[in-house]
């Protein structure tokens, strides 16, 4: 439904308000009138107006420049269009009016077709400002409804991978179909590749079991890689550090190449090693390195 769009029309003589209203109403538009420049500052807080047509002088209350003065202060109604009318064109009075924010101004008696003419431009003006706005508004209230809907959707993705998560930790006593299971679950949800690095006993290196995406396929697949076998890259080095440290760490900038239970294509460097390994490797760009503890003691990463 389309708004009305109201005008303001201020002259302290019934009958002047009486015609342009006449005039204005036969074009079908909302007039609204005040007496006074007193009763047009309070209908201009009650509503907007696409057009204010104010009378110059209205004694013995406040003048149309005054009043003019006034609605500029407000900051509700500083850019309000006003056309003043007035029965003489007095070349200080309109230097004034111009000064005080004036946008024309109308001889009268009003010629009925000079008066629609002027006003239709920022009547139309007031229209387009208006559907302009509502077309942001819609845009805004549209983006945040997306947004609430996707955080709504990975709020129960996130609640659906900790229940399947919480299922994996107790459906079995095995251990290495537990790490399994909670492998196939974080790949691909939380990234390409996942791994759970298990401290060694004194006199035995650690060992890690892999899940990973990789692109040919788009399939899952699993390994073992042990500390004899892994490549010494960025990651080892990490995983090493936290499995000494305990304490996490987050790595961004890698080139390094997965699976590397593969020989030590992980050492090859730059564009050569994405060349070689596109097809055949995936390459992590990202990765976090957290430990694994419990009661103080580091189980592994």
Known sequence: MTEKINILVVDDLPEKLLVLETILRSWGRNVITARSGEEALRRLMDAEFAVILLDVNMPPGMSGLETAAMIRRR??????????????ADEMHTAQGYSLGAVDYILSPIVPEILRTKVSVFVELFRMTQQAR??????????REQAARQA????TRRSAFLAEASTVLTNSLDFDAT??????????????????????????PWRSELAYLLPPDGLVHHCTVTAAEGPQDELRAAVERVLATGRPETLAGLAVAYPPAVGQASSLSGQRQARSLSHEYGMLHTAIVLPLLARGRILGR
């Open 75 to 88: 900051k509700k109604t500083a850019h309000t269009p006003i056309i003043f009318i007035t029965a003489f």
């Open 134 to 143: 509502h077309q942001a508004d819609e845009r805004v209230a549209l983006a």
């Open 152 to 155: 709504a959707e990975e709020a």
């Open 179 to 204: 790490v399994r299971g909670l492998l196939q679950l974080t790949v691909p949800f939380l990234g390409d590749l996942a791994a759970v690095t298990l401290a060694g006993e004194a006199g035995h």
